[in-house]
């Protein structure tokens, strides 16, 4: 009997019956099924044991002490540290996505050096050679976005070893309000002590979404006694908690303060000021109610009931500051301490407080001697044909940053040897000879030494958390190293060491203030004070022609050192950016004037440059301003933040400031056209 | 051609016991590679020898968490330099502890990212409930990898879980054990 | 339909008078469970936010225009309208605690789900998750990594919930009855102004319980009668007109 077709076929049944019994076909199944979800390509788990690890954020100025999560010895988010006073277990959303920075395709991975227009990988050694060569014997300035670190004061030393007295912070509210105290001969950094203030007026200043310690500003108002009031161009995050929103117009908040001042004066209040009279006199006659109404849009029936509500406070603080962080002059910060002064807050528990400073660096000049110089006025000097041999960059992105950065970009061409110690492959960086990547804060030590904004002294340093991913080098090491190659002694031989002299310096030390923060409760008491008049001339001026521009910064969109990170992106919101394109805000009222439409396309144009962006109209904004967010139209990065939008910073509008020698650009004026 | 009844019976049985021998016999053997651990680690040589007791290495963390195998780190407590003569120690030290790596250890128990097990609420239930005995052996045992679904063939299926907390009256809510 | 009554009822008062919609909670919501970052957020039907910050207008023009904004995440609602439609019950209300359940290997994606849920609360992997070279290494182990096709949505950090429970068999206590403090969803623990509060409802000692028998406090959409265990509270009418579709004579709680 031979296999026939029939035998054939019924022994495949035979077969299939028999795997029915077998557990083939439903293991198959269930593996097959597994198979399906688990692609390759889909990332495993990698498990370990949880633990906490304190930081400091270093992305802003403000300070927060973060409690970074890890598994094992992966950071995986970083979180708010309890423990911290500027934190309070708080974090905003740019330190929120620290950890994740550590990662983003941005990253500078090793030293660079640029070769015909190309960047090419070299070693540090080489690197530090360089530098090293090309600084000796040369005129070098430096400008750094670290306002409160002792890596700062490491590069103003090594200047001043070098003999430059070119070292800049960027330019930020911590400078201007210092410039204004100094002339008025006050001593010390201007602190609010909002903790303990019954009543909290704040004029310009975005506390509670960008300006300043925001966290420690937001945990501050969400266990406050008393009032909140805020007077700002658009309801911004602040506006949208406050007790009250009161509109003022763009860079106004100076007279406003003095419109304040007016009525206290009326009230016989006085301030002890050398020349009180004259300050007295020419407020009185200078900045009537009708002057500044006319200058802020606020009613006198208004300023008059925000005099008497400061009054009847006992604990009232008056804040000051520019709406968008950056760009207010001497004016505005010495008309809102001469508020403070009427009330007599000054050194007083929720007032207006002066701080002390602290430096272990015995070459770098005091930080409030730092704060006076204007790098904008370097830019101008350097244009006229300042010689310049060098420039160190560090933490800043002053290309994408500055007002007009495209006229920066010009005079910074004039400069032959340019540095970027960079971590992110910036604007800046771009356009750089070498590009000397700092690691990521998190990859590094670092600390924060009384941030601008705070109510008293305090010292935070965090040890790295995570060993250098990438081939990175500390930049206050790296500088101690050129220092060496050149000779030049700043009197320690690594960072690690002026960190510990800096704890000893508070009567602590490196571990103690690692785990941590040091604060004290020490104000610096004043001597005489005196107002020169000269400066509070300034709002008197009359504006040029064209719509007034309230840029608005917020922390989700980056800031002037961190272009929108990658975990941001889905929190811009519909209104504010679609796709290539970044939107303006104005309300219904000043789009029929403008004869603009819902999402029409438009050009802003400024003194020094334009914009392209598309109209929303919102009635958060008030009448005849043009809100903008700031934050968008990077054009190096990575994918995440590079061709979004248009950088705002092209329309601002750069004045000289009398009596001060600052340059300000908190009133700019744009002309819209459609595009 | 031979007027026989063609054969249905028989080349259907033959088919039938045919695909049971494949099945149970020749297709576990085809679906799971035979791996062996990176390190001949053995547990003899361990709490025999040097008389460890089982929790300094598996223990439960502060927080509760199990530490199930011991880390690079927790191993180069004592094998931060070899210690004895066998090859396998002198493997590790120089490929795992001298290069500061983890150890890719095959986990014979391993659960899908989307399982949460808490070791902890199952303390009271002893060890071999659910892991082979390997307290006491010399050389780890085979791991079998499914070559379809990645797992081990001793990976532990859904059912199995569901009918202890069944019987036990532990709440089979999905999120007890998902994540 | 059936609601099981829990003994402990996982909830969040959320103070939209506190919240400066800066977006922390969002951003911390995606680092903490495993969500991809986008390159491009621009479509918002695209994008996964748990959490997501809405901007609220009492639609009037300046100068009387205010604003607020309202941190959303999934209500988890007592009796959910996402589970009664899932084909296959990868969603359920099941576990004491009163989490709604996500099991992301059972999701067929049909998204029939996401179609009941009034909330938007819940959102659809179009892609495969795609995270920049290296940036998997940040991963967490809260979370299974989804892959494409799947419905995902906030769980109150339920990994959180699980962790809590294992200190407290480590230190001897009941996990079922955890103090206060012991388990906290990231979006609650990161907000700068503490904005969301988060505990247990059934306990009468919990803040979470005394904020939401506050006048001020109200749920979105309440008359669905989905009974959420998310609570808004707000001192501002126009806000809390804005939770529910009010006729124009209808008065809300607070009033």
């Not at chain 2, 039938?16 to 494949?22: D, E, R, T």
């Not at chain 3, 819940?122 to 979370?143: C, V």
Request: with cysteine; aromatic share 10%; net charge neutral.
């Amino acid at each position: 009997m031979g296999l026939d077709r029939r035998g054939f076929i019924t022994f495949l049944v035979g077969g299939a019956v028999g795997t029915l019994f077998t557990p083939v076909p439903w293991k198959l199944a269930d593996d097959v099924s597994i198979w399906s979800q688990n692609w390759p390509w889909i990332p495993k788990l990698q498990y370990g044991a949880r633990s906490e690890a304190p930081s400091l954020c270093k992305l802003c100025p403000g300070g927060c002490g973060l409690s970074v999560h890890k598994v094992g010895k992966r950071p995986v988010t970083a979180q708010g540290n309890k423990n911290h006073p500027l934190s309070q277990g708080g974090v905003c959303p740019l330190g929120s996505s620290a950890v994740q920075l550590l990662y983003r395709p941005a990253r500078v991975k090793g030293p660079l050096k640029k070769n015909n227009g190309r960047f090419e990988a070299i070693s540090w050694e080489e690197a530090a050679q360089i530098v090293a060569d090309n600084l000796k014997g040369k005129k070098i300035a430096a400008l750094s976005g670290d306002e409160n670190g002792s890596a700062s004061e490491v590069l103003a030393g090594f200047l001043k070893l070098l003999g430059s007295d070119d070292f800049y912070f960027m330019p930020s509210d911590a400078q201007v309000s210092q410039r204004a105290w100094s002339l008025m001969e006050g001593k010390g950094q201007l602190g609010f002590d909002l903790e303990n203030s019954d009543y909290v007026l704040i004029l310009g200043a975005d506390i509670l979404s960008s300006w300043g310690p925001v966290v420690r500003n937001q945990k501050a108002f969400a266990s406050r006694k008393g009032k909140f009031v805020y007077a700002g161009p658009v309801q911004t995050g602040t506006a949208a908690t406050v007790d009250k929103w009161m509109p003022v117009y763009p860079g106004q908040e100076g007279v406003l303060a003095l419109g304040i001042c007016y009525y206290l004066l009326k009230m016989g209040k006085s301030a002890s000021l050398k020349n009180f009279g004259l300050v007295r006199d020419y407020i009185l006659s200078k900045y009537t109610p009708s002057v500044v109404e006319a200058k802020t849009g606020v009613s006198a029936a208004q300023v008059q009931k925000l005099a008497q509500d400061l009054v009847k406070a006992s604990a009232p603080c008056v804040l000051v500051g520019s709406d968008f962080g950056q760009g207010s002059g001497a004016f505005e910060w010495a008309s809102g301490i001469l508020v403070n002064l009427l009330l007599g807050t000054l050194n007083q528990k929720g007032g207006l407080v002066a701080l002390p400073e602290n430096k272990v660096i015995t070459s770098a000049p005091w930080r409030s001697e730092l704060n006076q110089k204007s790098f904008l006025k370097f830019l101008d000097e350097v244009e006229q044909g300042k010689a310049v041999d060098g420039l160190l960059v560090y933490e800043a992105n002053p290309l994408y940053a500055l007002p007009q950065p495209e006229q920066v970009k010009t005079v910074l061409e004039k400069i032959p040897f340019k540095v970027s110690f960079s971590t992110f492959l910036d604007e800046t960086a771009m356009a750089c000879d070498l590009i000397l990547p700092a690691p990521h804060f998190l990859e590094r030590f670092d600390d924060a030494y009384t941030p601008f904004g705070v109510g008293q002294e305090i010292y935070s340093v965090a040890a790295p958390v995570i060993e250098p991913i990438f081939s990175t080098k500390s930049t206050p090491d790296f500088i101690l190293e050129v220092a060496n190659k050149l000779g030049v002694d700043l009197g320690f031989a690594s960072f690690e060491e002026v960190l510990q002299a800096k704890a000893e310096s508070l009567g602590t030390d490196l571990e103690s203030v690692s785990a941590e923060a040091y604060t004290s409760d020490k104000w610096l008491a004043q001597n005489s004070l005196s107002l020169p008049v000269e400066i509070l001339a300034t709002g008197l001026e009359t504006e040029g022609e064209g719509v007034f521009l309230a840029p608005v910064a917020r922390n989700y969109l980056g800031n002037t050192k961190q272009a929108l990170t990658p975990f941001e992106v889905v929190v811009v919101k519909e209104f504010e950016l679609q796709k290539k394109d970044f939107y303006i805000q104005v309300n219904k009222n000043t789009a029929n004037k403008l004869k603009l439409k819902q999402n029409g396309k438009v050009k802003l144009q400024g003194a020094g440059g334009e914009c392209v962006a598309r109209v929303n109209i919102t009635e958060t904004v008030m009448n005849d301003v043009i809100a903008a967010p700031l934050g968008f139209g990077h054009q190096a990065w990575d994918e995440f933040a590079k061709g979004k939008g248009d950088n705002l910073f092209k329309v601002l509008s750069v004045k000289e400031e009398k009596g001060s020698g600052l340059k300000v650009w908190n009133r700019s004026q744009v002309k819209v056209v459609r595009a | 051609m031979a007027k026989g009844k063609s054969c249905v019976v028989l080349p259907f049985l033959i088919g039938f016991v045919g695909a049971l021998i494949v099945g149970w016999g020749l297709f576990p053997k085809l679906l799971y590679s035979e791996k062996a651990q990176p390190i001949r680690f053995s547990h003899k040589v361990h709490v025999e020898d040097q008389g460890m007791a089982c929790d300094e290495c598996h223990t439960f963390r502060e927080d509760g968490s199990f530490a199930g195998i011991p880390t690079t780190e927790e191993c180069a407590e004592c094998h931060a330099e070899v210690m004895g003569e066998d090859p396998a120690e002198a493997k590790f030290v120089e490929e795992y502890v001298n290069e500061d790596r983890e150890v890719p250890w095959l986990i014979y128990q391993k659960q899908p990212d989307n399982v949460f097990f808490s070791h902890i609420a199952h303390q009271d239930f002893d060890c071999t409930t659910c892991h082979p005995d390997v307290g006491n052996s010399d050389t780890p045992p085979v791991y079998y990898e499914n070559k379809i679904s990645g797992y081990s063939k001793q990976t532990m299926k859904m059912w199995q879980c569901e009918r202890c907390h069944a019987q036990n009256g532990a709440s089979n809510a999905c999120y007890v054990c998902h994540k | 339909m059936e609601a099981i009554e829990f003994k402990v009822k996982w909830g969040m008062v959320i103070n939209i008078d506190k919240c400066t919609g800066c977006g922390a909670c969002m951003v911390a919501c995606q680092a903490e469970n495993n969500i991809a970052p986008m390159v491009d957020g621009s479509d918002k039907r695209m994008t996964l936010t748990w959490m997501l910050v809405y901007e609220l207008s009492n639609g009037k023009p300046f100068p009387e225009h205010d604003i607020a904004y309202l941190p959303r995440p999934c209500m988890q609602c007592g009796k959910p309208s996402c589970s009664t439609v899932c084909p296959v019950i990868a969603t359920t209300k099941d576990e004491e605690g009163g989490i709604v359940s996500q099991i992301y290997p059972r999701c067929i994606g049909c998204r029939y789900c996401m179609a009941a849920c009034p909330y938007h609360s819940r959102y659809f992997n179009w892609y495969d998750p795609k995270w920049p070279a290296g940036m998997e290494k940040t991963l967490n182990i809260s979370t299974s990594v989804r892959p494409r096709g799947v419905v995902e949505k906030c769980t109150f950090c339920h990994h959180r919930f699980m962790y809590a429970k294992e200190k407290a068999r480590y230190n001897g206590e009941d996990p079922m009855d955890l103090p206060e403090d012991a388990y906290i969803p990231a979006c609650a623990e990161i907000c700068p102004t503490g904005a969301i509060v988060f505990g247990n409802l059934n306990n009468p000692e919990h803040k979470v319980a005394k904020l939401a028998k506050s006048k001020y406090a109200f749920r979105l959409l309440e008359r669905l009668g989905t009974d959420p265990q998310v609570y808004y509270y707000s001192e501002r009418e126009w806000v809390r007109r804005q939770g529910d579709n009010y006729l124009p004579h209808e008065k809300t709680k607070g009033e």
